[in-house]
């Protein structure tokens, strides 16, 4: 996770797992193709509380977790298959 200070409140992480369960606790989630050529997801809103939750095992729904995973790999496709159409 590197969080941005320019960016106010972002974290970015490359894990689209964790983006998806913080997804799943209300965060917004942006794929972006990073300098490395590889997806990483821009997460808004202060992501500590929800990190701690997720390394203490914290209940949360797990349809609402599936959901979210479901949600980031799409957004993973979406963005992949956009930015080769570019290069067309």
């Known amino acids: 996770m590197k969080q941005d200070a ?3 409140n972002q974290s970015v992480f490359e894990d689209a797992i ?9 965060h917004q989630v942006i794929p972006q193709i990073n300098n490395n050529k590889r997806i ?4 808004s809103g202060d992501v500590n509380k929800s990190i701690a ?14 959901k979210g995973i ?8 979406n ?5 080769d159409k570019g290069k067309v």
């Open 6 to 8: 320019d960016k106010g």
């Open 18 to 26: 964790i983006a998806g369960v913080l997804l799943a606790k209300g």
């Open 40 to 43: 990483e997801f821009q997460v």
């Open 53 to 66: 939750e997720i390394y203490s095992n914290t209940p949360i729904g797990s349809l609402d977790v599936i």
């Open 70 to 77: 479901k949600a980031t790999r799409g957004m993973i496709f």
């Open 79 to 83: 963005l992949k298959a956009s930015n």
